[in-house]
């Protein structure tokens, strides 16, 4: 495993795996590392495609930067649904074109404002959290 900058960690796709898989080089995947297994997109950085290992998944993983690792990476065709809390539901539909704007964003992208949502400590912060992500996609 790779770490290609301060933050950021992946693992190089070799270009015969590449065309294995058939789904190009932003192909979404599933990935199986040390028996943890994730979705993900493939990224090209420096003009190498690499599946891209975070820190929360390096963690529930137990592998680091430097690591020799056997990767199980195959297409993921399945569909991405991310379940959306019932408050932040509540304000998406609440306003206009919100709930079809945040369902029109990647999945990744709804994580990301999931995220913010949830790991919100008090009601306060998490309301005010709700209310940021609906200005957001609203425009």
Do not use: C, W
């Not at 015969?16 to 590392?33: I, M, N």
């Not at 990767?71 to 569909?79: A, G, I, N, R």
């Amino acid at each position: 495993m790779l770490s290609t900058g301060k933050t950021t960690t992946g693992i190089e796709v070799p270009p015969e795996v590449l065309e294995g898989l058939g789904g190009g080089r932003r192909a979404k995947v599933a990935v199986t590392l040390n028996g943890y297994r994730y979705r993900t997109t493939l990224g090209v950085m420096g003009g190498r495609v690499l599946v891209s290992v975070s820190a929360e998944v390096r963690a529930a993983a137990g592998v680091t930067a430097g690591d020799e690792l056997e990767v199980d990476l195959v297409l993921d065709d399945e569909p991405r649904v991310v379940e959306v809390p019932e408050d932040l539901a509540a304000a998406l539909a609440a306003a206009p074109g919100a709930a079809d704007a945040f369902a029109a964003l990647s999945s990744s992208a709804q994580r990301r404002h999931l995220q913010a949502v949830e790991s919100a400590k008090a009601a306060e912060t998490r309301a005010h959290r709700v209310a940021a992500v609906v200005t957001d996609v609203a425009g």
